[in-house]
């Protein structure tokens, strides 16, 4: 009788090392942009934006709070 090999793990370390050329290759594209435009916008205030999202979220959850009583 012949043997087959299993195409199983051959196939994983293809889709592996797909996954980490694509990941490098990301990571590259990503810091030729950063550095073209200098990576930050001036626009972009981080404490502005992060206060924004906190007020937000916790507009949310007292909405959410309001309307999950028990009556």
């Known amino acids: 009788m012949s043997e087959v090999s299993d195409p199983l793990p051959d196939s994983i370390g293809t889709c592996l090392m797909s996954l980490s050329s694509t990941a ?13 435009h200098g ?14 999202a906190f007020v ?11 309307l999950n009583r028990d009556r």
């Open 24 to 36: 490098h290759n990301l990571v590259v594209l990503a810091s030729e942009g950063a550095e073209q």
């Open 56 to 66: 937000i979220l916790m507009l949310m959850l007292w909405v959410t709070t309001r």
């Open 39 to 52: 990576g930050n916008h001036d626009s972009l205030n981080p404490y502005l934006t992060g206060g924004a």
